[in-house]
């Protein structure tokens, strides 16, 4: 056990956990995770694989590692083979260089996922400053040849909706109209210099152009310099894809056979994957961690429940979602009846509730089910459940859920070099591995299923060209 777990362990022994009325089994497995095994776990992998960017050989080693957990507790687990989009960072560099009436100013920068590399010795162009997507189309021919710089003023964590497009598609729309980079200003909503990179999306058809973050410091220094005149910025970044693009890994599938309705399956999942610049500890190795240690808890549980409970740690959630596609695929092959499926990738805060999205009368069955949570303040149920990995079972109907989390310092070290195991508390993340435990098996063990989906009639995401 390394010095942090140990004083993590300490730390909770300390307190001891308040244990709900309620049924048996909701009893036992709150308090089985509420003595924070999931910390330990988290621990393993943050410290121990490390960083674990898809096609990197720190992924691979994450999936050994996990398929080696599951091995170690005895519980069945499988390899489901992926395909993945491999792409390496390289180096990176940028500065403000003249027109500024001072000196050569440099600048926190790092590459976006999926982004291409300047040529040798760079890019120099002056910056032109853009707030929407809207701005940026009604300049139109004055974009080209310039590095194309995305403001916007994110300060909590509800605005990441808002502006992530700016990192998602900005790059190509500045590409459409012949720019030669474009940089974004990191979605963070605290920093210390430290930019947060992500994935940015060229379609087919749009040629991949250099891009990056820049830490919110230097994209406010950009543009206070802006505000005296024009600015040139030298940028340098490696950022590219391998030759081939596309390398074999892998989807880690474990299950708990159920004992009554073992054909109906419930998931629970997370993505093992994590971007380079940490250790992926929020993001998503909290999950990660949420979902071993639940399976854990139900595998020694004194019988399993009806159905059968099977954990997927996706590949690629980050920088293409391949193995969410290929698990949603896999199952329809095979004619897996899913019944539900929940996602932890939210980070490693307190669980207040439970957010699901289902057909009607959804939300007062799983208030049911969530009501062992109160003594946890866990018990709110609301309406947005989901999440990237587990989307593509909306198509064939499936409820999915998510617990809703505090977030509000999630977006501090999300995609970035302090996303380290250090920003977790073992006591939040006990707390939320409890509710997500609990829920786990009361989906699982339920003696009816949740309503189904109404099928989307969108083209489903990962068929769209523009992907």
Known sequence: MTLACAVAAMALATTPPTVPAGPPEAARILAEALRGGSYPVLAELTDGVGARLAGSAGAEEAVRWSADWFRRHAIPVRLEPVMVTRWTRGEERAEVVGGTGGRPQPLAVTALGMSAPT?????????????????????????????????????????????????????????????????????????????????????????????????????????????RGPVRVRLILGGSLADPPLVPSANVVAEIRGDGKPDEVVVIGAHLDAWDLGTGAIDDGAG???????????????????????????????????????????????????????????????????????????????????????????????????????SPLAWAGVPLLS???????????????????DKVDPAELAQATAAFAWMAWALADSPATLPRLAVPEREPWWKRPSR
């Open 119 to 227: 040529p040798p010795g760079g890019v120099v162009a002056e910056v032109i400053e853009v707030r929407s997507l809207d701005e940026l189309a009604d300049l139109g021919p004055r974009v080209k040849g310039r590095i194309v710089l995305f403001q916007h003023d994110m300060k909590v964590a509800a605005d990441y909706g808002r502006f992530s497009g700016l990192r998602i598609r900005g790059p190509a729309a500045a590409a459409r109209l012949g720019a030669v980079a474009a940089l974004v200003r990191s979605l963070s909503t605290a920093t210390l210099r430290t930019p947060h990179t992500g994935t940015t999306s060229f379609p087919p058809g749009v040629a991949a152009i250099p891009a990056g973050a820049l830490a919110v410091e230097d994209a406010e220094l950009v543009h206070r310099l802006l505000g």
């Open 288 to 390: 990660v961690a949420m979902v071993l240690e639940t399976m854990r808890i139900v595998a020694a549980m004194p019988r399993p429940p009806r159905r059968t409970l099977r954990a997927v740690l996706f590949m690629n959630e980050e920088n293409g979602a391949e193995g969410a596609v290929a698990y949603h695929e896999g199952a329809l092959s095979a004619g897996t009846l899913h019944v539900a499926a929940m996602e932890a990738d939210a980070g490693a805060g307190r669980a207040t509730g439970v957010e699901v999205t289902a057909g009607p009368g959804a939300k007062e069955i799983v208030g049911a089910m969530a009501a062992p949570l109160a003594s946890l303040g866990a018990s709110r149920v609301g309406g947005n459940g989901g999440g990237v990995d587990i």
């Open 403 to 421: 617990l809703a989390q505090d977030t509000s310092r999630y977006f501090d070290w999300h995609h970035g070099a302090a996303d380290t195991l």
